[in-house]
């Protein structure tokens, strides 16, 4: 059974500071790695896709794959209370027509 | 705007009344799929659809049926509800999982169904 791992938090983290959210793996041949976050009762929105080794960056946002240690990383910087929410990470399975979700982690920016 | 529509957005119904969610979308995407989200359980795919015509199950597709007969259209069939059906449901599309970055989801804004 393919697995994606999240810590279910909740993450606190003071306005201003960086926010690191942290996701493993079990498949090694997944190619496909996604962020998504999602509001109390909202669908989850993409914010960030990385499908090679190393940072991406968008914005705010950095995105961070290992694929040799099977995690990938978001980082916030500069954290707002809007980004409060829970971030859901997602890695493609046996076949790309699935994504296999983890659970998410709840994150919490306190003004 | 591109997006992804479902409709209803609430429904309250009775154990066993059939019913449809439908949803929609305007990006021309090949990849459609439904999920349910409960509290601690996250996102569970019922059933997706990779193109017309051609759909597969999911992780939990006991008691629902979907079909594509158009590439815009999925919609989601309950034959007869129960009341463990009760969930927030979600569709998602995506432009074309075979190709690099095709497999992006994107969301509809979820109906939240209560079976009684």
Redesign the interface.
């Known amino acids: 059974q393919k697995e994606v791992e999240q810590n279910s938090g909740p993450l606190s983290v003071p306005e201003g500071a960086i926010a690191s959210l942290n996701c493993t793996y079990s498949d090694r041949g997944s190619q496909?790695f996604?962020w998504y976050r999602q509001y109390s009762?909202?669908?989850?929105?993409?914010i960030m896709?990385i499908?090679s080794n190393g940072d991406k960056e968008d914005g705010r946002f950095t995105a961070q794959l290992n694929k040799a240690s099977q995690y990938v990383s978001l980082l916030i910087r500069d954290s707002q209370p809007s980004d409060s929410a829970t971030y859901?990470c997602?890695v493609?399975g046996d076949?790309?027509?699935?994504?296999i979700?983890?659970?998410?982690t709840k994150l919490i920016i306190k003004p | 705007e591109a997006q992804v529509t479902q409709n209803p957005r609430y429904l309250i119904t009775v154990t066993g009344k059939k019913l449809t969610v439908t949803c929609s979308q305007n990006m021309n995407h090949e990849y459609m799929s439904w999920y349910r989200q409960d509290p601690g359980l996250g996102l569970r795919q019922i059933y997706y659809s990779m193109n017309v015509e051609v759909t597969d199950k999911g992780d939990v597709p006991e008691g629902y049926k979907v079909s594509r007969k158009e590439k815009r259209n999925f919609p989601l069939i309950l034959e007869s509800p129960s009341p463990n059906q009760t969930s927030l449901y979600f569709c998602a599309s995506s432009l074309s999982p075979g190709l690099a970055g095709g497999n992006e989801q994107y969301f509809g804004p979820g109906t939240r169904l209560t079976v009684t």
């Open positions: 496909s996604f009762g909202k669908s989850p929105e993409l896709s499908y859901l997602a493609n076949s790309n027509y699935q994504l979700w983890g659970a998410g």
